[in-house]
């Protein structure tokens, strides 16, 4: 009987076992046939799909199925047995595992597997290996969405170059035309520039224009302060004409 040691490290394999027949999907293959560069090759393909490929003992995946109610897979379990198994992508098990088995003809089989808890056959699994890839799968998804816009897009370059022209020459034309308002508006920005332009020269807006200043006129001289000064009575003020008179007199006296 196998000491107390041997049957811990047994039965710690099969709960890890039992852990990995709990994940999304999984196969189980038959390797017998591949050398050790072939599987190193394959390991390295798979783990950078995020596959976890193990070689596994038949007595003790018989208890991990067991544990999860996996028993139909049973009879899979004889000659060398390894699973792959996958928990973030539920076709990359099934998918790599086909390619190798056409790789290898005849050296790497697939026995069976599983996917959301229920057993597949070998048949079952090569038929989701036939499935694209999660990114194929959402290119294509999204090409689904964008077809009817892709086609509607289509119809309407046909329905534009009908009226003559092509759709995009229709498209520049109509983006190089300045609509109502931008004309308005360039006129508005462009009003007071001509006004000043057209303008008398060296006018100035009457916003900017000096007060006008006091102007004497050229002909005016300043006039002594007695001859401005005020008559005090008008009556004794000589007249010009007896001034000249005065004036004759005294040159005949003379």
């Given at each position: 009987?196998?000491?107390?040691?041997?049957?811990?490290?047994?039965k710690k394999i099969v709960e890890e076992l039992t852990g990995k027949?709990?994940?999304?999907?999984?196969?189980?293959?038959?390797?017998?046939?591949?050398?050790?560069?072939?599987?190193?090759?394959?390991?390295?393909?798979?783990?950078?799909?995020?596959?976890?490929?193990?070689?596994?003992?038949?007595?003790?995946?018989?208890?991990?199925?067991?544990?999860?109610?996996?028993?139909?897979?049973?009879?899979?379990?004889?000659?060398?047995?390894?699973?792959?198994?996958?928990?973030?992508?539920?076709?990359?098990?099934?998918?790599?595992?086909?390619?190798?088995?056409?790789?290898?003809?005849?050296?790497?089989?697939?026995?069976?597997?599983?996917?959301?808890?229920?057993?597949?056959?070998?048949?079952?699994?090569?038929?989701?290996?036939?499935?694209?890839?999660?990114?194929?799968?959402?290119?294509?998804?999204?090409?689904?969405?964008?077809?009817?816009?892709?086609?509607?897009?289509?119809?309407?370059?046909?329905?534009?170059?009908?009226?003559?022209?092509?759709?995009?020459?229709?498209?520049?034309?109509?983006?190089?035309?300045?609509?109502?308002?931008?004309?308005?508006?360039?006129?508005?920005?462009?009003?007071?520039?001509?006004?000043?332009?057209?303008?008398?020269?060296?006018?100035?807006?009457?916003?900017?224009?000096?007060?006008?200043?006091?102007?004497?006129?050229?002909?005016?001289?300043?006039?002594?302060?007695?001859?401005?000064?005020?008559?005090?009575?008008?009556?004794?003020?000589?007249?010009?004409?007896?001034?000249?008179?005065?004036?004759?007199?005294?040159?005949?006296?003379?």
């Amino acid at each position: 009987m196998p000491n107390a040691k041997v049957l811990t490290e047994k039965k710690k394999i099969v709960e890890e076992l039992t852990g990995k027949l709990k994940s999304q999907a999984g196969v189980f293959v038959d390797y017998s046939g591949i050398s050790v560069n072939e599987d190193t090759e394959m390991r390295v393909k798979m783990r950078e799909a995020n596959v976890d490929y193990t070689v596994i003992k038949n007595t003790l995946m018989r208890f991990a199925i067991n544990n999860v109610g996996f028993e139909e897979l049973d009879p899979i379990l004889n000659g060398t047995t390894s699973l792959a198994v996958c928990n973030d992508d539920p076709i990359a098990p099934a998918r790599l595992t086909k390619e190798y088995a056409d790789k290898f003809n005849g050296f790497f089989e697939i026995k069976g597997g599983f996917m959301d808890g229920k057993v597949l056959s070998a048949a079952d699994v090569n038929k989701i290996a036939g499935i694209p890839a999660l990114p194929v799968l959402q290119a294509q998804l999204l090409g689904t969405m964008l077809a009817p816009i892709t086609a509607l897009a289509v119809v309407l370059k046909a329905i534009a170059e009908k009226s003559g022209a092509p759709a995009d020459a229709q498209i520049s034309e109509s983006a190089a035309e300045p609509t109502n308002t931008e004309v308005a508006q360039e006129a508005v920005a462009e009003a007071p520039a001509e006004a000043v332009a057209q303008a008398p020269e060296g006018s100035q807006p009457e916003a900017e224009a000096d007060p006008p200043a006091e102007t004497v006129p050229e002909t005016a001289t300043e006039t002594p302060a007695e001859a401005v000064a005020p008559i005090d009575n008008a009556d004794e003020a000589p007249s010009p004409e007896a001034s000249e008179t005065e004036t004759t007199t005294e040159a005949k006296t003379e």
